[in-house]
């Protein structure tokens, strides 16, 4: 199973677990392995990918006060997503980990991948 772009900026991307990412199509393309909560959505293919920021911790906060702060590492879970149409006809994802931080891009098209289709 594949989705169009508009079907998928109409679902939610909160509680999507992010595994990975990795540049294709000698760096034009984005793959975002990434596991939609409710749906058997396991890849998100962003195609002519550009102004890509990333901002990932998995160090425990720096204001805590633990003696023994537990350590990340792994996945990291969304608290939120948005995708949504730029005024040039392109499309900008933004995938929030709140206290984990954000990915943030621009693409031509966006493709979900279904875990069946593997």
């Known amino acids: 199973m594949e989705l169009e772009t508009a079907k998928i900026h109409e679902l939610g991307w909160s509680d999507a677990n992010l595994f990975g990412l990795a540049w294709e199509n000698d760096g034009k393309d984005l793959r975002l392995f990434l596991h939609h909560a409710s749906l058997p959505i396991s890849e998100l293919l962003c195609r002519w990918a550009s102004d890509l920021r990333i901002?990932?911790?998995?160090?425990?906060?720096?204001?805590?006060?633990?003696?023994?702060?537990?350590r990340r590492g792994g996945?990291?879970?969304?608290?939120?997503?948005?995708?949504?149409?730029?005024?040039?006809?392109?499309?900008?994802?933004?995938?929030?980990?709140?206290?984990?931080?954000?990915?943030?891009?621009?693409?031509?098209?966006?493709?979900?991948?279904?875990?069946?289709?593997?």
């Open 55 to 70: 901002d990932l911790t998995w160090a425990p906060p720096k204001d805590s006060t633990d003696e023994r702060p537990i």
């Open 75 to 118: 996945i990291l879970q969304t608290c939120e997503g948005i995708i949504k149409p730029t005024h040039d006809g392109r499309w900008s994802l933004l995938l929030d980990f709140a206290s984990a931080g954000e990915i943030r891009l621009e693409c031509d098209e966006i493709v979900a991948v279904s875990k069946d289709a593997i």
